[in-house]
C-alpha cells in the first residue's frame, strides 16, 4: 500500500509532466542518410588438403590474395588464357586459420550489429567437401560460426534478458510483449509440462555436440542497452528443390495419416515418420520476407540454443534418410532473432508497447554444394532436385549480376529474387536491411580445380555489390539508467526493511510514520452524554488544526513539485541540448567515416590496379621475354647465314680467280697459236713471193731465150739446194720429202685403189672431154673422214682463173695415211692442171703445166702447184674431231741444213 504512495507521486509528476506539455517529446535523432553502401563481405576460407588428396591447385600468397593453377592434366589454355589465376578478396584465410580467429574477422561484427538491432546474413559457398558445414557449423571439438555466435550474444546479453514468454512472435514476423500476467502463467504452463531442471547451468548438455560450444572463448559487444530487456528466438529451416521445410516443428503421431513408403520405419524414439511440410514465404507490412508458420523457440542460454539446433540437424538427418535425399543439396538456414524492448520508466519492466520493441535476425546460411549436376552423377527424379539446387544457385548467380549491373551502369532492373525461395527469403537484405558476408570454402585439391573457378569467379563478382548499410534504429524515449535506478532503489528498500527488523510487506515505512507523527494527535472522541460540549469543539478544534496541517503540507508539496517540475524541465532542456550536439557529433562523425569510406574505396581501387598493373608488367615480361628468344634465335640464324655468305663469297673469289687463270691460260695459249699461225702465213707468203719471183725469172728468161740460148735463169742464192722446178705435166712428189709424222701407208687391197673424189660445191661444170676416171671413188664435196678411212687415195678437184682468163682445173692428188692418233692424213703427191684453151687467143701453144704457175692468180689454193716440190702438205683430221669441214693444211717447207 505505501508503495502505491510514492509511485504514485512519480505517476502524478509524470501526469503533470505530460499534461501541461512543458516537457517538449524528444526529437528523435537524425537519421543519418541512407545513402552509404558497404560491399558485399567476401571471405575465402581453404581448407587443408585431404588425406588422399596429392596434388595442390592452390596457394595463398597473402592474406587477401589466393592463385589458383590448373593440374597438370588438363588443358585449360585452350582458350589462350593463363595457367595461373589470382583472386582477391577482403580476406583469406590459409588452412592454419583457427575457428576462433574465422570468427573475429567474420561473424563477431554480425553479432555486434545484431545487438545494435541490425540485421546480419551470412553463407557459406562452395563445392561439397570444401568446408562449409565445417565452417557454420564447426566439427567435434572446434564449433563454428553458429555455436560462436551465439556464445557471444548470449555473453554480451545475459544479464540483460528478458523472462521467458515476455516476449512472444506474432506469426507475422513481428513480436509483442505479454502482460506480466500471461507471460507468468505460460511459464507455469512449460513448468509442468517439462521434467527439465529450470537452470541451464544444472542441465546435462549432450555429449554429441558438448565440444563444439565454449563459453570460456566467448566474445563480448560492447554497449548493450542495460535499459532494455532481450529475449533470443531461433528457427532452423532446410530450403531442397525449392521446398521449404520447418526443422523445428513439432510433429506429434499423427495415427490417421498413411505410413510414409508403405513401411513405416520405426524410428529410435519409436515414433512413426511423418514426411515434413513445406512452408510458404510471405511478406510482412515492412516488406521483409518470413516464412509462415514458422517455429520460432525462445531459447535462453548457448547451450540450450544448440540443443534446439542440434534437434533440427537430427531432424534434417532422418528426413534426408527416409526420404533418400543428399543433404549436400540442401540450403539450410538457422535464424536467430533478437528481441528487444526498453525497460518502462521505473527500469522495472518491459515497456508493454509494441511500437518500442526492436527485433533485429542473423541469418547463418550453409549453402548447397555449387558443384555441376554432371559431377553428382544424378539420375531421374534426383537429377530435377538437382537441377532445381543449380537453380536456386543459378538464380542466387543471376541476382548478384544484375544487382551488379544496376549498380554499376546505373540500371534499373529487376533484380529475379523471386525465381528461387533462397533469394526470395533475402531479398530484404540485398536491398539494404542489413550487412551480408559469404564466406568461399575451397578445397584445394586438383579434382575439384574447374568447380572451384566457378566459384572464384562468382565470389570475385559478389563483392563488387553493393549494399545499402542499415541506418541506426531510434531508441526509446526515456532517459537512460533506469535499470541501475531501479536496481539501486531496490536494494536500498532491502537494505532499511532489514534496519527496521523484520519483514514488512510495503515499502519505506520512515517517511511515512515521520509525516504522521508531525499532526497533533486527536482528543477523546468519546462523548461523555447529551451535554458534552466539550468533547466536540475539542475534536473540532483539533480536526481543524490537523485541516491547516494537510493544507500547508499540500502547499509545500505543491511547491516542492513546481521546483521539481522545473528543475525536471531544466533538465530537459539540458538533455534535449545535449542530444542535438551529440547528433550533430554523430552527423559529424558520419561526414567523416564517410570520408574515411572514399578514402578506402579510393585505396581499394588503387590496390586493384596495382594489381592489375602488376599482372600487366608479368604478362608484358613473360612476352618480352618470348621476343629475347626470338631475337636470340634469329640473331644465330643472321650469324650462321652470314657465315655460309662469307663462304661463298671466299668460294666465289677462288672460283673467279681460278677462271682468271684460266682465261689467262687460254689468252696465252691462242697468243700463241695466233702468233704461231701468223709465222706459218708468213712463211706461206714468202714462199708464195719466192715462187712468184722465180716464175718472173723464169719468164723473163723464156723472153730472153731468144737473145741468148745459153743463158740460164739463176736461182736465187737462199734457194740453191732446193729442187729446180721440172717442166712436167704433173710435177712428181720430192722423194726427199719424207712425211710430217711418221705414217703408215695404207695397204692396197687387192680390188686395186679406191679414191676420195673431192669437189667443192662451189665447181662449175665445163663440159670437158677430159676428165679424170676414177673407178669405185667415193664422191664428197668436202672431205670427212669416214670417206678418208675407206680410201687410200684422195683427189681434190680444184679450179681457178688463170691469167689469161680461162678456168684452170687442178687435180691435187695424194694418199691417204692413218696417223698414229687414229685420224687419217693426206700427203699430197701431185697436181693434175687441166686447161681449156680458146684457139684464137692462144697466140702460143703451151703446155699447160707450164703456164700454170706463171699466171697463177690471187687465189692461194693455186699456189699448190709448184709448192709441192718444196713442201709437204698434209690435211689431217684427228678423230673425233669437230672441227667440221675446215681441215687443216699445214705447210712446212722442207729446208736443208745450211
Ligand atoms: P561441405 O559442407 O562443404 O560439404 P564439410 O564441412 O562437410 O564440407 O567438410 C568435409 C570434411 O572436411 C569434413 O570432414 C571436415 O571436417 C573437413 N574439413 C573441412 N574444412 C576443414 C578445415 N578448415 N580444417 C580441417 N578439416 C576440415
Ligand atoms: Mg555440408
Known amino acids: 500500500m505505501r508503495r502505491r504512495g510514492v509511485s504514485g507521486v512519480v505517476k502524478h509528476l509524470n501526469m503533470i509532466r505530460q499534461a501541461k506539455g ?51 592434366g588438363l588443358k585449360a589454355n585452350r582458350n589462350g588464357e593463363f595457367k595461373e589465376t589470382q583472386y582477391s578478396f577482403k580476406k583469406v584465410f590459409g588452412i592454419k586459420t583457427t575457428q576462433r580467429e574465422l570468427f573475429e574477422d567474420v561473424a563477431k561484427p554480425l553479432v555486434e550489429d545484431l545487438i545494435y538491432c541490425k540485421n546480419g546474413l551470412l553463407f557459406t559457398y562452395g563445392v561439397t567437401g570444401s568446408g562449409k558445414t565445417h565452417t557454420m557449423t564447426g566439427s567435434p571439438g572446434q564449433g563454428g560460426l553458429l555455436p560462436r555466435s551465439l556464445d557471444m550474444i548470449f555473453n554480451s546479453i545475459g544479464p540483460y534478458q528478458a523472462k521467458r514468454y515476455v516476449f512472444k512472435p506474432d506469426d507475422k514476423n513481428g513480436m509483442e510483449v505479454q502482460n506480466q500476467v500471461d507471460a507468468l502463467l505460460d511459464r507455469q504452463k512449460r513448468d509442468s509440462q517439462t521434467t527439465v531442471p529450470k537452470t541451464p547451468t544444472t542441465r546435462r548438455i549432450d555429449p554429441e555436440f558438448a565440444d563444439m560450444i565454449s563459453p570460456a572463448e566467448a566474445f563480448k559487444a560492447d554497449g548493450v542497452d542495460e535499459d532494455s530487456s532481450y529475449s533470443v528466438f531461433v528457427s532452423y529451416i532446410e530450403i531442397y528443390n525449392n521446398y521449404i521445410y520447418d526443422l523445428l516443428e513439432e510433429t506429434p503421431f499423427d495415427p490417421i495419416k498413411p505410413k510414409w513408403n508403405g513401411a513405416g520405419t520405426p524410428l529410435r524414439n519409436n515414433t512413426e515418420f511423418i514426411p515434413p511440410q513445406s512452408k510458404l514465404l510471405r511478406e510482412d507490412q515492412n516488406h521483409n520476407m518470413y516464412v509462415a508458420g514458422c517455429t520460432e523457440v525462445e531459447v535462453k542460454s548457448t547451450e540450450e540454443a544448440f540443443e534446439v539446433f542440434w534437434r533440427g540437424q537430427k531432424k534434417r538427418r532422418i528426413a534426408n534418410t527416409q526420404l533418400n535425399r543428399e543433404s549436400s543439396r540442401s540450403h539450410s538456414v538457422f535464424i536467430i532473432k533478437l528481441t528487444q524492448a526498453p525497460l518502462d520508466a521505473d527500469g522495472d519492466n518491459v515497456l508493454q508497447d509494441k511500437n518500442q ?69 533475402f531479398k530484404n537484405y540485398f536491398d ?44 526509446c524515449g526515456f532517459a537512460a539508467g533506469r535499470r541501475q535506478r531501479n536496481q539501486a532503489f531496490k536494494e536500498e528498500l532491502t537494505r532499511r526493511l532489514e534496519d527496521r527488523g523484520g519483514p514488512v510487506t510495503g515499502e519505506s515505512p520512515t517517511v511515512l510514520s515521520q509525516l504522521l507523527q508531525s499532526f497533533p494527535s486527536l482528543p ?3 462523548i461523555a452524554g447529551p451535554n458534552d460540549d466539550v468533547t466536540l469543539p475539542r475534536l473540532i478544534e483539533a480536526l481543524e488544526k490537523r485541516h491547516k496541517i494537510r493544507q500547508m503540507m499540500v502547499e509545500e508539496y505543491n511547491k516542492t513539485a513546481n521546483m521539481l517540475k522545473s528543475m525536471l524541465q531544466e533538465q530537459d532542456g539540458n538533455f534535449v541540448a545535449k542530444e542535438n550536439f551529440i547528433s550533430e557529433q554523430r552527423g559529424r562523425l558520419g561526414e567523416k567515416d564517410k570520408m574515411i569510406q572514399n578514402q578506402n574505396n579510393e585505396i581499394d581501387r588503387l590496390e586493384k590496379k596495382s594489381k592489375m598493373l602488376e599482372y600487366k608488367i608479368d604478362i608484358l615480361q613473360k612476352t618480352s621475354n618470348i621476343h629475347e628468344e626470338d631475337k636470340r634465335s634469329l640473331q644465330h640464324e643472321l650469324d650462321s647465314r652470314e657465315q655460309r655468305l662469307q663462304r661463298e663469297l671466299s668460294d666465289k673469289r677462288r672460283m673467279e680467280s681460278r677462271m682468271q687463270g684460266i682465261v689467262s691460260d687460254t689468252k696465252l695459249k691462242w697468243e ?69 709424222r711418221p705414217l703408215h701407208r695404207r695397204s692396197h687391197s687387192a680390188g686395186g685403189e679406191r679414191w676420195v673424189d673431192h669437189k667443192p660445191t662451189t665447181n662449175v661444170d665445163l663440159d670437158t672431154v677430159m676428165q679424170p676416171n676414177l673407178p669405185n671413188a667415193i664422191k664428197v664435196t668436202a672431205p670427212s673422214e669416214k670417206a678418208l678411212s675407206k680410201c687410200d687415195k684422195y683427189v681434190l678437184t680444184h679450179q681457178e682463173v688463170a691469167s689469161d682468163g680461162e678456168i684452170q682445173t687442178k687435180l691435187i692428188k695424194g694418199e691417204v695415211f692413218k696417223t698414229r692418233g687414229g685420224g687419217q692424213s693426206v700427203q699430197f703427191t701431185d697436181i693434175e692442171t687441166l686447161k681449156q684453151e680458146n684457139p684464137a687467143s692462144a697466140s702460143r701453144k703451151r703446155r699447160s703445166s707450164e703456164s700454170g704457175p706463171s699466171h697463177e692468180g690471187e687465189r692461194k689454193d693455186g699456189d699448190w702447184t709448184d709448192v709441192e716440190t718444196r713442201c709437204s702438205v698434209a690435211v689431217e683430221m684427228r678423230a673425233g674431231s669437230n672441227l667440221g669441214p675446215g681441215y687443216q693444211h699445214h705447210g712446212y717447207p722442207k729446208r736443208r741444213k745450211p
Not at 535523432?29 to 581448407?47: A, E, F
Not at 520493441?357 to 541469418?363: D, G, R
Open 22 to 72: 512543458k516537457t517538449p517529446r524528444r526529437p528523435p535523432p537524425k537519421k543519418p542518410s541512407n545513402t552509404q553502401k558497404d560491399p558485399v563481405g567476401v571471405y575465402c576460407r581453404v581448407r587443408p588438403l585431404g588425406a588422399e588428396d596429392e596434388e595442390c591447385c592452390i596457394e595463398v600468397i597473402s592474406n587477401t590474395t589466393i592463385q589458383l593453377h590448373a593440374p597438370d
Open 357 to 425: 520493441v526492436n527485433v533485429s535476425q542473423l541469418c547463418l546460411v550453409d549453402l548447397a554444394g555449387s558443384e555441376r549436376t554432371s559431377r553428382t552423377r544424378a539420375e531421374g527424379s534426383r537429377l530435377r532436385e538437382a537441377g532445381n539446387i543449380n537453380q536456386s544457385l543459378m538464380t542466387l548467380r543471376t541476382c548478384i549480376e544484375v544487382l551488379r549491373e544496376n549498380q554499376m551502369c546505373g540500371t534499373n532492373k529487376m533484380v529475379p529474387y523471386r525465381d528461387s525461395k533462397v533469394t526470395h527469403l
Open 432 to 475: 539494404g536491411e542489413g550487412k551480408v558476408r559469404m564466406v568461399v570454402c575451397v578445397n584445394p585439391k586438383a579434382d575439384d580445380y574447374e568447380e572451384t573457378l566457378l566459384v572464384m569467379r562468382f565470389a570475385e563478382m559478389t563483392q563488387e555489390v553493393e549494399v545499402a548499410r542499415p541506418v541506426d534504429r531510434p531508441i
Open 524 to 526: 477523546a472522541s468519546e
Open 672 to 740: 700463241k697459236e695466233c702468233e704461231r699461225r701468223v709465222n706459218a702465213k708468213q712463211l706461206e707468203m714468202q714462199n708464195k713471193l719466192w715462187v712468184k719471183d722465180e716464175k718472173l725469172k723464169q719468164l723473163k728468161a723464156i723472153v730472153t731465150e731468144g737473145k741468148s740460148e745459153n743463158r740460164q735463169p739463176q736461182r736465187p742464192s737462199r734457194e740453191k739446194d732446193k729442187v729446180p722446178p721440172k717442166r712436167s705435166v704433173s710435177p712428181s712428189p720430192v722423194p726427199t720429202v719424207p712425211p710430217v
